[in-house]
């Protein structure tokens, strides 16, 4: 059946489209990615990571429009991107840190494990399977002798791979911690611009104040798989302990679940549901680790601080105004 032949490179090709997109809304996961993952100074540069989800994007539409001979040309190239793929993740499984691959942006936060690995053995033996039937017959020769029992198959197929991206843990789980945000801290709404005479949390936060509220929090933004984020993560508890009644808690696009994966134990009751894009960036901390101080009624009190020396650099000034 056409159908069975052409499924390989459909497959490859919706992964990557949806890999495409998602990096082209996570730029910044993009760039932490290349560099937890280690990958080769040669190829980790600004042009080719800006370049990237679009030459994925491109190679999924190669996949189903390659006619003829171009076909396998195709097929080779996808063999060696998820080859690549396979070994930057074997390979971080022996860090000594846990890192994320940022496959599919920020929706893929969560440290790389045997089931990443898992994962892209899978993707990788597809792609060779395609490679071997590109030499027989091309994608759009095999969709033009589609009938009518491959076409149904095609949408059942497509139909299943939707459910289960809707019913992925953590599509709900996001949905589920949003429900649970009350002690979020306030951020404009989604979708709105600032404009003048509204009132942001970093209004104000020029310098850092003479004396620090007790009802004041420090709210550390972090990334399960970012390198300089386990560093901060090492030292957090710790640092629970110098802040006094300044309350620590972690805040990270990733959900809760995936954040406890990598956080000592007596931080986890301090994770805040999982935060989208435009909230961290009203507070001024859209890129990981950083962090910002807020009051109780969730004004920032100080410029926020981003990397981890300037995070322990902050912390050390609260615990001294705390002093």
Not at 232 to 246: I, Q
Not at 251 to 256: G, K, L, T, V, Y
Not at 270 to 297: F, T
Request: aromatic share 6%; proline share 8%.
């Amino acid at each position: 059946m056409p159908a069975v032949a052409v499924a390989p490179a459909l497959i490859l090709a919706v992964v990557l489209a949806v890999s495409g997109a998602a990096k082209t809304r996570a730029p910044e996961a993009v760039r932490r990615a290349f560099s937890d993952l280690r990958v080769p100074a040669l190829l980790d540069r600004r042009w080719i990571r800006v370049a990237f989800p679009a030459a994925e994007a491109l190679l999924a539409l190669a996949l189903l429009a390659a006619p003829g001979a171009a076909a396998p040309a195709a097929a080779t190239l996808a063999v060696l991107l998820f080859g690549a793929y396979w070994l930057l993740i074997r390979r971080a499984l022996g860090f000594e840190a846990p890192v994320a691959c940022a496959c599919f942006g920020e929706a893929d936060a969560a440290p790389v494990t045997r089931r990443t690995l898992a994962r892209n053995t899978v993707l990788l033996l597809l792609a060779v399977l395609w490679w071997v039937l590109s030499w027989i017959a091309s994608a759009p020769a095999l969709l033009a002798r589609f009938a009518l029992a491959d076409w149904l198959w095609l949408t059942v197929g497509l139909t299943g791979a939707t459910v289960l991206l809707l019913a992925w843990p953590g599509a709900s789980g996001r949905s589920r911690h949003a429900a649970e945000g009350a002690d979020r801290p306030s951020a404009p709404e989604r979708g709105t611009t600032s404009r003048p005479g509204a009132s942001s949390p970093l209004d104000g936060a020029r310098g850092f104040p003479e004396s620090v509220p007790e009802d004041a929090r420090l709210l550390l933004h972090l990334a399960p798989g970012c390198a300089s984020c386990a560093r901060v993560l090492r030292l957090a508890p710790g640092w629970a302990g110098r802040l006094g009644p300044v309350r620590l808690q972690l805040i990270s696009m990733a959900a809760p679940e995936a954040v406890r994966v990598v956080a000592p134990e007596e931080l986890w009751e301090r994770i805040l549901p999982a935060a989208e894009q435009p909230e961290l960036a009203a507070l001024g901390i859209p890129s990981a680790p950083s962090a910002v101080l807020l009051a109780g009624s969730g004004e920032a009190l100080a410029a926020p601080a981003e990397g981890a020396e300037a995070v322990e650099a902050l912390v050390g000034r609260i615990a001294g105004a705390r002093s």
